[in-house]
């Protein structure tokens, strides 16, 4: 035969919670009421944070900031996925995923602040600082999966990357070196419809995101980034597998930004109201809500003590970030391992202009 | 007109794309949103989106496929959204667009202009203010120019849409919205490779480009005030530089302070410092100082102010220069 098919591919799209919050008997996974409950919790916290972060900003006590809203069954049930001994890396808009492997939250609000401490992160967290040139992550979260299989002890790694970082070489390098490597790694694309005012349709022309890992012999799959059990559903199973050194998975998980790109941005510039408000009813935490509700693991009031509990938390982060007194030395200190001769004078003259404080 | 020095790139950008239908504006945000700074604001609408395009998010590309379109002819415009984005376009600025015409002993020419948003000040993320200046200096082949005002923007920016090497437009972010000046309707040009004296003086030589200008005019002003006449010379161009002005002014005032907000290790001062060194030794009456960013990773946005350059070290160098007998 002078032509034959020599390749065919589908991609599957999953979702087990429909936007009423009722489960699909055949797909739902048998999971506890207490995982059920901790993942309604993350959400409702990730949303609270996010809130006060965006007032933060807006009072002049945080930085430029990336709103989470809408988005937050992706990092939330991607993470708590994760096994104690496995890695994460999000990207700025999953920072939930650090929420969920114990990052302390006044860490997050400093980072968003401009303070380098809050990418300390604690050991025993397993997570790595995001990085904010888009896309530029992917290649240390396939060499971290690489470390992890050859330290033999069963870990996974799971990333994250938006729409718009899909664009970007790196993107298809990582993905290229995860297949011909077979590392135990997860990549989460999620597709929240923008880069900032860039639609989905203007960043590929591929119908899916997912069916890129196809190209590199990937196994890949789109679920309902907006239905928790099918990103949980979807992460657990890939990290099963690359766990057990079945290698990596690309998990498209569709969702939307609900709010501005950033808090410098404007989002009435290049889209629909419209748009937005079909979104709103698929939103993720209600769904969640009906969900638990069904399964009587949901009242008013076990929200109502869960919210207080949250704002006690957040405010008690955001005192820390406050009480932080950043010390412009530390600028000089962590350049090398030891401070040159070069930079000790350079602090000297620093001090001499600035000791009292700038201005 | 009063404009920012935004809206005077953006009156250029305008200005240019209705005189040469070559010019293609393309990169992240640049069409619909205008640009997240808003310099391409109102171009989508009035040109359309063949000439005015929205990107994939991608830099390394934006950058490939605008050498690919002027090799043949069309003159585009890349936007990189921040200065510290640049840097995943990096290899084809310095494999290619710095070299297709040596390469090709000047059968292809890249007539493209790579506007980067550059340098700190604005409280904006991390990478969002980085001092890149040296590393496209030191890339033979491409023009890299650095406005200070909006009038010179405008001018400068006509220019460098004519000029027949790729040129590196580096806009300081900090003065995008600064300030507004009068700027003139018509259409004007700033020649490249010609600096200019900014403020004339007989003490001491003041040199810098871009986002430090105006604060060193006020540190200028004020010495004034303090019975210290100083020259300050504004770059303009940073490749090839006006190496003439630069020794001129000094052999006339024997001393110099250079002030950039980039590290200080191979900042463009170690650069002008060493012209000064070779052309005008022997007129010199004090050692040439110069204030720059620290050799350090520059600080998140809360530490940010402790990093640049600022008056107080621009005058107290100043004034250590003219101590020197
Ligand atoms: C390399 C790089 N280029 C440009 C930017 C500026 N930028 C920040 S976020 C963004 C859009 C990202 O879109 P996407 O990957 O879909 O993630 P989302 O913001 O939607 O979560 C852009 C262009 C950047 N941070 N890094
Ligand atoms: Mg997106």
């Known amino acids: 035969m002078a032509r034959r098919r020599v390749y065919e591919g589908s991609v599957d799209y999953l979702q087990i919670l429909n936007e009423k919050g009722v489960a699909d008997k055949k797909l739902e996974p048998k999971l506890s009421p207490g995982i059920l409950k901790t993942m309604f919790e993350l959400m409702l916290l990730t949303r609270a944070y996010d809130d006060k972060s965006v007032k933060l900003q807006r009072q002049g006590r945080m930085g430029t900031y990336a709103p989470i809203l809408g988005q937050e069954a992706v990092g939330a049930a991607a993470a708590l996925a994760l096994g104690k001994d496995d890695w994460v890396l999000p990207t700025y808009r999953e920072t939930q995923a650090y929420i969920a492997r114990g990052v302390p939250l006044e860490k997050l609000f400093m980072y968003w602040k401009g303070i380098e401490e809050g990418m300390n992160f604690p050991e025993g967290t397993n997570s790595f600082p995001f990085a904010i040139p888009i896309g530029t992550h992917l290649p240390h979260a396939v060499g971290i999966a690489f470390a992890l299989k050859r330290a033999g002890r069963k870990q996974a790694m799971l990333t994250f990357v938006g729409d718009g970082g899909t664009s970007q070489g790196d993107f298809h390098e990582s993905l290229n070196f995860a297949g011909v490597w077979q590392v135990p790694l997860v990549v989460v694309i999620v597709n929240n419809h923008w880069a900032i005012s860039v639609p989905r349709s203007e960043q590929s022309a591929s119908a899916t995101l997912a069916q890129k890992g196809l190209g590199y012999g990937i196994p890949c799959i789109q679920v309902d980034g907006n239905d928790a059990l099918a990103v949980y559903k979807a992460v657990s199973d890939a990290l099963i597998n690359a766990r057990s050194g079945k290698g990596p998975t690309l998990i498209e998980a569709v969702t939307y930004r609900m709010s501005m790109h950033t808090t410098a941005d404007d989002p009435t510039k290049y889209r629909s109201d419209k748009e937005v408000n079909e979104w709103k009813k698929r939103d993720p935490i209600e769904r969640f809500r009906k969900y638990l509700q069904k399964k009587k693991l949901w009242t008013k009031n076990y929200e109502a003590r869960a919210m207080e509990r949250f704002s006690k938390q957040i405010d008690e982060a955001v005192a820390k970030m406050e009480a932080y007194k950043g010390d412009p030395h530390d600028m000089f200190k962590y350049v090398w391992s030891e401070i040159t001769d070069n930079l000790k004078e350079q602090m000297a003259e620093m001090e001499k202009f600035y000791g009292a404080g700038k201005p | ?325």
């Not at chain 2, 540190?219 to 770059?235: F, K, R």
């Not at chain 2, 940073?238 to 630069?246: F, R």
């Not at chain 2, 600080?299 to 600022?310: H, K, S, T």
């Open chain 2, 1 to 325: 007109m009063k404009l920012t020095m935004a809206q005077a790139i953006n009156a250029c950008l305008d200005q240019e794309l209705a005189r040469d239908r070559k010019i293609i504006l393309l990169g992240e945000d640049v069409g619909v949103d205008g640009g997240v700074f808003r310099v391409t604001e109102g171009l989508y609408a009035k040109y359309g989106k063949e000439r005015v395009m929205d990107t994939p998010l991608a830099e390394s590309a934006i950058v490939g496929t605008s050498i690919g379109m002027a090799a043949m002819g069309l003159r585009p415009v890349p936007e990189i959204q921040f200065d510290g984005f640049s840097f995943m376009a990096y290899h084809q600025v310095l494999c290619h667009m710095a070299r297709m015409r040596n390469r090709t002993r000047g059968r292809f020419t890249l007539p493209l202009v790579l506007r980067i948003p550059y340098g700190g000040g604005i409280k904006a993320l991390e990478h969002h203010g980085e001092g890149i200046e040296s590393l496209y200096i030191h890339l033979p082949g491409i023009v890299v120019v650095a406005p200070s005002t909006p009038y010179e923007a405008k001018g400068l920016l006509a220019s460098a849409l004519e000029s027949k090497d790729p040129v590196v437009f580096l806009e300081p972010k900090k003065l995008y919205r600064a300030y507004k000046e009068e700027v003139p309707e018509e259409r004007y040009t700033i020649p490249l490779g010609k600096a200019r004296i900014a403020k004339e003086g007989k003490d001491i030589s003041m040199i810098t480009y871009g986002a430090q200008t105006p604060m060193v005019m006020e540190a200028a002003a004020e010495l004034e005030q303090e019975g210290i006449n100083p020259e300050v010379v504004d770059l303009r161009t940073l490749n090839p530089c006006d190496w003439d002005t630069v020794t001129e002014s000094v052999r006339k005032t024997g001393r110099a302070v250079v002030v950039h907000e980039a590290v200080k290790t191979l900042g463009f001062a170690s650069e002008i410092i060493a012209r000064i060194n070779e052309k005008a030794f022997y007129h010199l009456q004090a050692a040439p100082k110069r204030v720059t960013g620290w050799d350090t990773i520059i600080p998140l946005l809360a530490g940010e102010d402790y990093f640049f350059p600022d008056k107080s070290r621009v005058k107290a160098a100043v004034k250590e220069t003219m101590a020197e007998k």
